[in-house]
């Protein structure tokens, strides 16, 4: 009887324990996504008045070409 009970107990907790490996394992890939939209946006925050100047020349050479 003792023993049933030990295993019964042990198996409540050891699905408990994949329970929680599962919520890590969604946890950890919530963290990379956010890791990665920042790294975005610090991108664009960096490269954005160097991209906007590529197109402001592209569109006054253009200007230029069809006057």
């Known amino acids: 009887m003792l023993y049933q009970m030990y295993f019964q107990v042990k198996e409540f907790f050891g699905r408990l324990g994949?329970?929680?490996?599962?919520?890590?394992?969604?946890?950890?890939y919530a963290l990379i996504i956010v890791l990665?939209?920042?790294v975005v946006i610090v991108a664009l925050a960096a490269l954005g008045p160097v991209v906007a100047n590529v197109?402001?020349?592209?569109?006054a050479n253009l200007s230029a070409v069809g006057n």
Do not use: M, P, W
């Open 18 to 28: 994949a329970r929680q490996e599962k919520g890590q394992g969604l946890i950890e």
């Open 36 to 38: 990665i939209a920042v």
């Open 55 to 59: 197109f402001e020349r592209i569109s």
